[in-house]
């Protein structure tokens, strides 16, 4: 079952996500399960993103091996899991 993740990032700022974005992009596009991705700022000190997967599977195993390795000290994505009921896809 599809599930939708979003996660918040205090502290995140646009030049920031840009930097993370132009380097986990293409890694997204090219990853079994992803089907999409979309960010924007969530207030002034925070970004907010969201990512739909086919699996909560594929989406954790993402995070665990190319994102959570790779945060700066201090920084924790509040991140949250829904799984689908229903997605329509182009």
Excluded: C, N
């Excluded at 992803?34 to 909560?56: D, K, L, N």
């Amino acid at each position: 079952m599809a599930v939708l993740i979003t996660a918040e990032v205090p502290g995140q700022t646009k030049e920031g996500y840009d930097g993370m974005i132009k380097v986990i992009g293409p890694l997204l596009t090219q990853t079994k399960g992803f089907i999409a991705h979309g960010a924007g700022p969530a207030s002034s000190t925070a970004w907010r993103s969201f990512e739909v997967w086919e699996t909560a599977e594929a989406a954790t195993k993402f995070f665990a091996e190319h994102i959570q390795p790779h945060l700066p000290p201090g920084v924790t994505p509040k991140r949250t899991m829904v799984e689908l009921h229903s997605l329509i896809r182009t």
